[in-house]
T-cell receptor, first 112, second 111 residues
Framework: DAGVIQSPRHEVTEMGQEVTLRCKPI?????LFWYRQTMMRGLELLIY????????DSGMPEDRFSAKMPNASFSTLKIQPSEPRDSAVYFC??????????FGDGTRLSIL | SQQGEEDPQALSIQEGENATMNCSYK?????LQWYRQNSGRGLVHLIL?????REKHSGRLRVTLDTSKKSSSLLITASRAADTASYFCAPYPGGYNKLIFGAGTRLAVHP
């Protein structure tokens, strides 16, 4: 079975540019989570969806961040405009209700 | 906070030794989950223990749960170099509550 698929795996861009991270959850999973991981702050939950509806976005750092889930098989996390402090590894995970989360291998984002 | 707090922050052992990691939390839980993260990879679920369970085994892994003390432990027996990773506990209250991961325990197993 295919796991959670994230793209791109690596992204290097200049400050001020728009960045779009993509995630394909495991088929049939009804929860999708976006996390950010840095050495300083560890693993932070940014936002999660249930049945394509955002449930809790309290972890989104500021208005420059937005996330969408137009259908059950696709989600995006967008940063516009990007800043150097956004550099991190961004993970997507999916799960069934009350079941463990399955993580993708992340997108390593570097903002110069 | 429903965040799990792992202890110790770092652990260094020799191959063949056992590794024990502890987790404390503050809220009531539906279950508690342990995850492993290898360098450069996403988290991988290891084991889930429900609130009405006290102990669970999976291969070389043994997890205990003490809901009265709000604590859990993960024991890896006969460790291998491939067990080198960060280990996270995640208490899950249930419902729409989310998992909040702590800082993890960094385990280094030396050949």
């Amino acid at each position: 079975d295919a796991g959670v698929i994230q793209s791109p795996r690596h992204e290097v861009t200049e400050m001020g540019q728009e960045v779009t991270l993509r995630c394909k959850p495991i088929s049939g999973h009804d929860y999708l989570f976006w996390y950010r991981q840095t050495m300083m702050r560890g693993l932070e939950l940014l936002i999660y969806f249930n049945n394509n509806v955002p449930i809790d976005d309290s972890g989104m750092p500021e208005d420059r961040f937005s996330a969408k889930m137009p259908n059950a098989s696709f989600s995006t996390l967008k940063i516009q405009p990007s800043e150097p402090r956004d550099s991190a590894v961004y993970f997507c995970a999916s799960s069934l209700d009350n079941q463990p989360q399955h993580f993708g291998d992340g997108t390593r984002l570097s903002i110069l | 906070s429903q965040q799990g707090e792992e202890d110790p922050q770092a652990l260094s052992i020799q191959e063949g030794e056992n590794a024990t990691m502890n987790c404390s939390y503050k809220t009531s839980i539906n279950n508690l989950q342990w995850y492993r993260q290898n360098s450069g990879r996403g988290l991988v679920h290891l084991i889930l223990i429900r609130s009405n369970e006290r102990e669970k085994h999976s291969g070389r892994l043994r997890v205990t749960l003490d809901t009265s003390k709000k604590s859990s432990s993960l024991l890896i027996t006969a460790s291998r170099a491939a067990d080198t990773a960060s280990y996270f506990c995640a208490p899950y209250p249930g419902g729409y509550n989310k998992l909040i991961f702590g800082a993890g325990t960094r385990l280094a197993v030396h050949p």
